[in-house]
């Protein structure tokens, strides 16, 4: 072969070759990962099982696209076997690992508004991006709103707001729990907090609105007082309480973290939960432990959205609930895992309506509008400023029998 026709061979190969990469790519750019971010081990893993169910049912039903693109997902663990719960760490890992995998997108997460302030900043200066976050359970105000120092800025170096969340804060559960506490009598409470950023938000927000409508606290400081989920029990916490002679105790906190030795030794030492009422957030709600427990008996729960209980009976909400439970043979654990699957129809929602960058489907995400027909909580899905959720309902349940049943949903104006 000449040196003329080896030369144009070798830039035919070289065409050839730049053309399959060429092809390679575009190929791949038409597939994006959309990931979820949870507890996977520890009291929370039944919850975040359920809710990866509903997020994969979700967009199975959808065809596995959004838009013109083909949608994988991948799941993402942010707690670790020693731990039991989410863990610092982890999250951070994880922050790193969401920005590092080229073809994510966006992530459904995380249940825990502390793991969520140490992912959402590294999400926020992510140089393709900011990339989007839209979580079904974080509920602490400072993720999006003034609350502590320095709330909500420090989490959003760049100025732009990339997380969003399909429920509720708790400074609105917080005042309807103590105003539902005033309802039912009750004029003296002891709040307690697990110490964390959301038992600690949670219980300040609850004894804020409970001052505020004249019902005597007991416990000192803004929060409560914080228990030490590593002691073996808590009767000595709960004999000093008793000399108060409260009407009710306040569980600022999630169950993962001692929550079930807590609420024995309430009973053990209070007595059960009619003689001295026992009220916690949405960090109790969906733990088949905590459920089974004869001391949780009696016991109200509050919950930053609707529990099932109040989904509509017919539409689109019904539906995705007749079919998840034909799909896995077994019932949601909570409301949260639905909620999973609301947040991930704001997220295919903005993938199908962007250029596929992280940059756009970020831009997107903000103007989402899916309506009561098509959302599978049966209300209509769009955000603030802030990224809050425009619908401020919280819905406040009774265990009975071994399980949450709804009692009311009060709308926080």
Not at 69 to 75: F, G, Q, R, S
């Amino acid at each position: 072969m000449s040196k003329k026709l080896k030369a144009l061979a070798a830039v035919g190969a070289a065409a050839v070759a730049m053309s399959v990469v060429m092809t390679t790519q575009a190929q791949g750019a038409t597939t994006l990962v959309v990931s979820t971010d949870l507890p996977l081990q520890g009291g929370s893993k039944d919850q975040s099982d359920t809710t990866n169910e509903a997020v994969a049912l979700l967009i199975k039903q959808a065809g596995g696209k959004a838009g013109k693109y083909n949608i994988t997902l991948k799941k993402y663990d942010d707690s670790t076997a020693a731990k039991g719960s989410w863990d610092d760490a982890q999250c951070a890992k994880n922050a790193q690992a969401h920005v590092a995998n080229r073809n994510e997108v966006a992530v459904m997460g995380t249940y825990n508004s502390g793991c969520a302030k140490i992912i959402v900043p590294v999400l926020n200066q992510d140089p393709k991006g900011p990339m989007l976050m839209v979580s079904n359970a974080n509920t602490n105000p400072g993720l999006t709103k003034p609350w502590n120092a320095g709330e909500p800025e420090k989490y959003y170096p760049t100025g732009k707001r990339n997380y969003f969340r399909v429920v509720t804060t708790d400074d609105n559960q917080g005042s309807a729990a103590a105003n539902f506490a005033k309802s039912e009598g009750v004029k003296k409470v002891y709040v307690l907090n697990d110490r964390q950023t959301y038992g600690q938000g949670v219980a300040q927000a609850f004894t804020t609105e409970a001052k505020k409508i004249g019902l005597t606290v007991l416990s000192d400081g803004p929060a409560g007082e914080g228990w030490d989920d590593k002691q073996p029990n808590y009767e000595a916490l709960f004999t000093k309480i008793k000399a108060l002679s409260p009407d009710m105790i306040y569980i600022g906190g999630i169950f993962d973290l001692n929550g079930g030795q807590l609420v024995k030794d309430k009973v053990k030492i209070l007595g059960d939960n009619k003689t001295v009422k026992l009220m916690a957030p949405d960090g109790f709600t969906g733990y088949p432990d905590f459920l089974a427990l004869k001391e949780s008996d009696g016991a109200y729960l509050s919950f930053t959205g609707l529990a099932i209980d109040f989904f509509p009976k017919s539409g689109a909400a019904a539906k995705f609930l007749a079919d998840y439970k034909k799909e896995y043979k077994h019932e949601p654990t909570g409301a949260f895992s639905i909620y999973g699957a609301a947040a991930m129809q704001v997220i295919l929602d903005a993938i199908s309506r962007s250029n596929g960058t992280r940059a756009d489907v970020f831009k997107k995400a903000a103007s989402t509008k899916i309506s009561a027909a098509k959302s599978v909580v049966g209300k209509a899905i769009s955000f603030d400023a802030n990224g809050d959720t425009m619908n401020r309902d919280i819905t406040i349940e009774i265990v009975k029998g071994g399980a949450e049943v709804g009692l009311k949903v009060i709308t926080v104006k």
